[in-house]
T-cell receptor, first 114, second 115 residues
Framework: AQSVTQLGSHVSVSEGALVLLRCNYS??????LFWYVQYPNQGLQLLLK??????LVKGINGFEAEFKKSETSFHLTKPSAHMSDAAEYFC????????????FGKGTKLSVKP | DVKVTQSSRYLVKRTGEKVFLECVQD?????MFWYRQDPGLGLRLIYF???????EKGDIPEGYSVSREKKERFSLILESASTNQTSMYLC??????????????FGPGTRLTVL
């Protein structure tokens, strides 16, 4: 079955440090790829998405992700963490289904230490 | 801005009760989705709808039903609530371009506790 894997259910970084959240997908056919963020007691909000074209995608709040077909990966990065980045992050994929259904990873909770 | 609203933020029900969760979107989106979110399991799709009166089962439809009588409104129904349905329920909506690139917009969620 097609799937998406997020490595690390919890990631902790210091304020100002690099944020790296990992996402790998399972298909040999490149999917459409999304990163969502969920702040405490809120719904999910789109950070960025890859559809076609440039493999480095910039999103909101200084986040970016790079699609690497050879590694079947779509890792999320931010050069310098801020306290307000503490949240849960979900990677999601659409394997080309016309109905728009997404398959979500299990999420990575990011903590930012002062 | 897209707005997806859910009828309740917190809900407490008793085992065996019939529970209605409602979701309304204001962007004229064709697609609407219901997910449940549990710690360590991520989001799992319960049902989705791509048009009025149309519905499709997701990954975990057992114990749930849905209704979509108007384009903007999508209801999730727990026919007889059970304790294992205690969870966070998230509604989402999106355009239906058929290309798989459509962003889903989420409501704030309903945290349901079944006692």
């Amino acid at each position: 079955a097609q799937s998406v894997t997020q490595l690390g259910s919890h990631v902790s970084v210091s304020e100002g440090a690099l944020v790296l959240l990992r996402c790998n997908y399972s298909s040999s056919v490149p999917p459409y790829l999304f990163w969502y963020v969920q702040y405490p007691n809120q719904g999910l909000q789109l950070l960025l998405k890859y559809t076609t074209g440039a493999t480095l995608v910039k999103g909101i709040n200084g986040f970016e992700a790079e699609f690497k077909k050879s590694e079947t990966s779509f890792h999320l990065t931010k050069p310098s963490a801020h306290m307000s980045d503490a949240a849960e992050y979900f990677c999601a994929v659409n394997y080309g289904g016309s109905q728009g259904n997404l398959i979500f990873g299990k999420g990575t909770k990011l903590s930012v230490k002062p | 801005d897209v707005k997806v609203t859910q009828s309740s933020r917190y809900l407490v029900k008793r085992t065996g009760e019939k529970v209605f969760l409602e979701c309304v979107q204001d962007m004229d989106h064709e697609n609407m989705f219901w997910y449940r979110q549990d710690p360590g399991l991520g989001l799992r799709l319960i049902y989705f709808s791509y048009d009025v009166k149309m519905k499709e089962k997701g990954d975990i439809p057992e114990g749930y039903s849905v209704s979509r009588e108007k384009k903007e409104r999508f209801s999730l129904i727990l026919e007889s609530a059970s304790t294992n349905q205690t969870s966070m329920y998230l509604c989402a909506s999106s355009w239906r371009t058929g290309r798989g690139t459509d962003t889903q917009y989420f409501g704030p969620g309903t945290r349901l506790t079944v006692l």
